[in-house]
């Protein structure tokens, strides 16, 4: 993996990992693991995941486990100038104020930096911009997040969502229409979908409100096909989404579904069988399991090294373990490794070529609906299930979401 930038940045990697539940940790004692000869000193380099493991939500295990795998083959390697990682998991158990907690054990602990996959973002990024501590490679779903000068996502769920209409487009579809979860920031965000169907010269023509508590999706899915309906577009948590696919499924729906790649995991394919086949998945990255390209295959290699189940990864986990080893080229050069500085480095590096994570100017973001939001890639890839399988669409090319090439 290379970063190219105005100035460059080598590799120092190595030490120690705690994983940690949020309000208990566990660490090892520093020194450099089996099979190292390096040893680990100094204060730990602390960095934080939120995200939710428990609660009335959909969890993403998957991400912490990414982010301890990354740690751990930095650890292997020598560190961050010799000092090792430490991770802290924090669960926001779909909470606001277990969020705004996380944040504050951030702020306590004078962490390096946050990575999280959490709606929650309202109340944990207000905190962490006051105290210098960027939120790096999150997945934004909140206006704090989209307009923090702390926040730096590789990707954007708005886009994702306005990648289900370039695939329609792409794929000649006619008659679009948008499943969505009926809280305001879904209603706000279905509106992402026709900016990607926008050069396609489609309009959505359905909107179909999802309760957040429903869980019989029959009725839904039925208004959603009638007519002449040839492709859909999912606003929803992950959990709805399974239960609309099996929904259209049996409704014997011949329309093309589309949902964001992010959290997205192989046991969630295999769990829905045949309900799946057709799903179009859409990401700010190839698939997770494609190996032909290099660092998704040390992606899996160091998973699998630490014995991170294959069916879990996803691409949020991958933009999770891919910020850890960003993060640590960048704070090896660093005079002083806090968040402050490592905010003005990102801020002033220029084009980021940093794969498999998409490229962006961190100086330079880009306007989709309208001005001041922190998006800085508009590109999108797609993939197909198939047979329980990924399957690459369109020869893994990357699309840009806005028409242009």
């Known amino acids: 993996m290379k970063v190219r930038s105005k100035a460059p940045f080598a590799v120092a990697l190595a030490g120690a990992l705690a994983l940690a539940a949020c309000g208990s940790s566990s660490s090892n004692d520093g020194s450099a693991a089996s099979g190292s000869a390096t040893k680990l000193s100094g204060e730990p380099i602390k960095i934080m995941t939120i995200q939710a493991l428990s609660g009335p939500s959909d969890s993403y295990p998957g991400v912490p486990a990414a982010v301890k795998a990354a740690a751990e083959a930095i650890n292997k390697a020598g560190g961050i100038k010799g000092r090792p990682l430490e991770v802290t998991a924090c669960d926001d158990q779909f909470d606001p104020n277990k969020g705004a907690d996380c944040a504050t054990q951030a702020v306590q602990g004078k962490y390096l930096f946050v990575t999280a996959n959490s709606s929650t973002g309202d109340r944990y990024m207000p905190i962490l911009e006051k105290a210098k501590i960027p939120a790096i490679g999150e997945v934004p779903s909140s206006a704090s997040e989209l307009k923090s000068p702390y926040s730096f996502p590789f990707g954007s769920g708005a886009v994702n969502i306005a990648g289900g209409g370039t695939a329609c487009g792409k794929l000649g579809k006619k008659d679009p229409a948008v499943a969505v979860v009926d809280i305001a920031a879904g209603r706000n965000s279905a509106s992402f979908f026709g900016i990607g169907l926008k050069p396609f010269n489609l309009n959505i023509n359905k909107t179909v409100p999802i309760a957040p508590t429903a869980t019989d999706l029959t009725t839904s899915a039925a208004t959603l096909i009638s007519g002449t309906t040839d492709c859909i577009d999912m606003v929803l948590g992950s959990s709805q989404a399974s239960k609309l696919l099996q929904a259209l499924s049996q409704a014997g ?17 295999k769990t829905l069988g045949s309900a799946a ?14 190996n032909t390209i290099p660092a998704i295959k040390q992606f899996n290699s160091e998973l699998d090294a630490a014995g991170v189940a294959a069916d879990t990864r996803s691409e949020g986990a991958m ?11 960048y704070a090896a050069k660093l005079t002083t490794i806090d968040g402050e500085s490592l905010a003005n480095a990102l801020n002033t590096a220029g084009e980021i070529d940093f794969s498999p994570l998409p490229k962006v100017d961190f100086a330079k ?7 001041g939001n922190r998006i800085f890639t508009t590109s999108v890839y797609f993939s197909e299930v198939k047979n329980g399988a990924r399957t690459p669409l369109f020869d893994n090319q990357a699309f840009n979401v ?4």
Do not use: C, N, R
């Open 402 to 405: 806005l028409g242009s090439s």
């Open 277 to 290: 086949d057709g799903l179009v998945l859409v990401g700010s990255m190839p698939p997770a399991s494609d």
């Open 253 to 269: 729906s011949k329309a093309t579904t589309a949902y964001g790649a992010t959290v997205i995991e192989d046991k969630m394919i």
């Open 319 to 329: 933009t999770a373990w891919a910020t850890v080893h960003l993060v640590a080229q």
């Open 365 to 371: 973001p880009i306007k989709v609906l309208f001005d």
